[in-house]
């Protein structure tokens, strides 16, 4: 897929939904320790206009979804929608403990990285709401070099960014495998700094899409079988 010159790989996922339930509850406290990296970006634009999105035909906006949130004063990581509208940016916080972290916030406020990696234990430790996510990503493989804090050596593109209290109200049509239904939702403004990359590769998760149903499955089957324990 295509979009704004991007090449947008949405096909991530090469094993079924049980394959990746039971990784994830195969995952241990072994608390690895990581590695600090450093990396050279060979690409370095200010604002919005180089960020990689997909255009939203039915509600006519384009966004990303697979793109991940994470701040210092935040010990996770959480996946969620950017839209850009007129060439300003607004975020819908999907992970209530982002959320809750920028309204008790003192500044009007919080300033984060949202980046994008192949790594699919971002995408699941991001999407699938689990708790202690940190040790999720250093437990899930051996990869565990980073560039800043949780932010992974193997990324596609960093933006720098600052996630506002004010709000804003837009009226979509929303999918989770089923039909489409018009709700209102609540975007974040964000501001964006700057993005930095080495070539126009990046996830997309398509909202509705197969990809955005399969997240759904998988979490509908883990978490039937946390509440079992």
């Not at 090469?14 to 990296?37: F, G, L, R």
């Not at 450093?38 to 999105?53: A, D, E, L, Q, S």
């Not at 990869?143 to 593109?157: C, Q, S």
């Not at 996830?203 to 399969?214: A, E, P, R, Y």
Request: net charge positive; with cysteine; charged share 25%.
């Amino acid at each position: 897929m295509n979009s704004n010159q991007w090449n947008i790989v949405y096909n991530i996922f090469d094993h079924d939904v049980k394959y990746y339930v039971n990784k994830i509850k195969s995952i241990k406290n072994i608390n690895k320790k990581p590695e600090m990296a450093r990396i050279h970006f060979r690409h370095n634009y200010n604002g919005v206009k180089k960020i990689p999105v997909i255009h939203d035909d039915h509600n006519s906006v384009d966004y990303i979804s697979s793109a991940l949130v994470t701040s210092r004063g935040l010990n996770g990581i959480s996946m969620h929608r950017i839209e850009i509208r007129h060439n300003m940016a607004y975020i819908f916080i999907a992970d209530k403990k982002l959320s809750n972290f920028l309204y008790s916030s003192g500044n009007n406020y919080i300033d984060v990285n949202i980046f994008n990696t192949f790594s699919i234990k971002y995408i699941l430790a991001a999407a699938l709401h689990i708790e202690d996510k940190l040790n999720f990503v250093l437990n899930y493989d051996d990869d565990n070099r980073f560039i800043d804090f949780l932010v992974p050596k193997n990324i596609n593109f960093l933006i720098k960014a600052r996630i506002y209290k004010e709000t804003k109200i837009f009226m979509e049509d929303i999918s989770f495998g089923d039909e489409p239904v018009a709700t209102q939702m609540k975007y974040n403004k964000i501001k964006i700094f700057n993005i930095k990359y080495n070539s126009r590769r990046c996830l997309g998760i398509v909202q509705g899409g197969d990809i955005h149903k399969f997240l759904f499955d998988i979490s509908g089957l883990y978490n039937n079988y946390r509440y079992k324990l």
